[in-house]
């Protein structure tokens, strides 16, 4: 074989890995299509009602399209819980990391809550796991493990670090970490329920709910 001969055969060898990159990327933009899909499908009719042929039409794919990605629409649910809300627990997880003050630290996650969730389509799965866990226990599950559970941890890490360090003399926080999340569950309520007759400023909302809290448990100076 000639070297004419032998780069020809080498270039019809390297073509199918060039194209590769080609593939995976429309792969990767129709998963996110169907996430999309899906978020505004359960919205509207809840996780009980939405359709997975209404969600491949919002998608603009065929429904076989969606059995390539996720296995289910419960497969389908999960997913949209992990990759829209275990960032904002990943918020939480690196705020551990750092020397922030106690309160400095809520008083930041106050405003990337309000920023991340509250203003964005995020809130929309809280609200459906809150009217659909009864009914959906794996569901329930599923979210506890993956955002409360490892939101409360990282409240606890940050807790510890704040009384090692003798900002609190309460470990309060520690045992109830709940009284930290607890205020952001009502904004998502009350933006779902009763935004439209009044207004609720929710970051200075939790801002006053930290201003109590933080009253009762920091150190006084002797």
């Known amino acids: 074989m000639n070297k004419t001969k032998t780069k020809k055969a ?11 990159p080609g593939r995976t990327e429309k792969s990767v933009a129709r998963r996110e299509a ?6 505004e499908e359960f919205a509207a009719r ?4 939405a359709r997975l042929d209404d969600v491949a039409r919002r998608a603009g794919v065929a429904k076989g ?5 996720f296995r289910d629409k419960e497969t389908l649910f ?3 819980i992990r990759s829209t809300l275990t ?3 990943a918020m939480i997880e690196a705020a551990g990391k750092t020397d922030m003050p106690l309160r400095a630290v809520f008083d930041h996650l106050a405003g990337a809550f309000v920023r991340e969730v509250l203003g964005t389509q995020r809130k929309d799965i809280v609200r459906l796991i809150l009217s659909e866990a009864r009914r959906f226990p794996k569901l329930a599950e599923y979210y506890y493990r993956e955002v409360p559970e490892r939101a409360f941890a990282a ?3 940050l807790v510890r670090k704040a009384i090692d360090r003798g900002e609190i003399v309460d470990d309060t926080l520690f045992w109830f970490p709940q009284l930290i999340i607890a205020p952001a569950l009502v904004a998502v309520v009350w933006d779902g329920l009763f935004d439209k007759y009044e207004k609720l400023d929710a ?14 448990i920091e150190r006084r100076p002797s």
């Open 10 to 20: 080498r270039r019809k060898r390297a073509a199918p890995v060039s194209a590769k």
């Open 34 to 39: 169907i996430l999309a899909a899906a978020l």
């Open 46 to 49: 809840g996780f009980e009602g």
């Open 65 to 69: 399209t969606i059995y390539l990605h």
């Open 78 to 80: 999960q997913e949209l």
């Open 87 to 89: 960032p904002i627990v």
């Open 155 to 157: 409240v606890r890490g």
């Open 203 to 216: 970051e200075a909302m939790l801002r006053a709910h930290f201003n109590l809290v933080f009253n009762a």
